[in-house]
């Protein structure tokens, strides 16, 4: 009788599958899939699972909560993993995040960049930075509102431990492409808007398990992958 397939298993399994779906998403918009990123959202899931897509070719990890990252950080730093914080960050926590992390997504106020450069090491690269921005104008999320985005990038883009890299967006859940669409591309016009005034950037990290071929289409190039890899969070 076959062994049954465990959560190790599992993982290997579904990251080939999200692997041929991002190709797929990527011939549609024929753009080539070397350019997209996949971030895969380890947040909840032990060091394990980790190992076990890293050992699969997974590099670039992101977490949300920061004490389980610091850990996990710890238990796998023999491993050349690229560690992503996601979400967003209190006063409290910017010192440990300049200090351990190479990408942030989720900086949406100009005090929180402050710190994180004036935290991050001196003999550490620049810190990778994406702004969030509230695109579905939810009450209930974190971001900046378009309008204010512009001036915010300006103001990050001078600080001297980050790298300005792009934008990152948590739109409202949507059950067709076409909707789902909608914000991703307002996000990436955005973009275009602080591209126009001379702050290159090229980052748009957007797109999840349940929306990233809508994602892919509207230029995505970082997508955040959490369930279609780990399975479902208790």
């Not at 590099?59 to 909560?65: K, V």
């Not at 994180?116 to 810190?127: A, F, T």
Request: proline share 6%; with cysteine.
């Amino acid at each position: 009788m076959p062994r049954p397939l465990g959560i190790m298993t599992a993982i290997v399994s579904n990251l080939q599958a999200v692997h041929h779906a991002i190709m797929q998403a990527a011939q549609a918009a024929e753009r080539d899939p070397a350019g997209i990123m996949l971030l895969a959202v380890s947040k909840t899931f032990p060091a394990s699972a980790i190992q076990e897509a890293y050992a699969a070719g997974q590099r670039e990890f992101g977490e949300n909560y920061l004490q389980e990252a610091l850990d996990k950080i710890v238990a796998l730093r023999d491993l050349e993993i690229v560690w992503h914080f996601i979400g967003p960050i209190q006063s409290n926590k910017t010192r440990a995040i300049a200090e351990n992390f190479t990408w942030v997504h989720g900086v949406e106020r100009l005090k929180i960049a402050q710190r994180l450069s004036e935290q991050r090491p001196p003999h550490l690269p620049p810190l990778n930075i994406c702004l969030q921005v509230n695109v579905s104008g939810e009450e209930s999320k974190s971001g900046v509102a378009p309008q204010e985005m512009v001036n915010l990038a300006r103001e990050v883009a001078k600080l001297p431990q980050l790298l300005l890299r792009g934008l990152m967006a948590i739109p409202a859940p949507a059950e067709d492409e076409a909707t789902q669409r909608q914000p991703f591309a307002r996000l990436r016009e955005l973009s275009q808007e602080i591209a126009a005034q001379g702050m290159a950037l090229d980052t748009l990290s957007m797109g999840m398990s349940h929306d990233f071929a809508a994602a892919i289409q509207e230029g995505a190039t970082i997508i955040r992958i959490g369930t279609a890899i780990f399975g479902k969070r208790d």
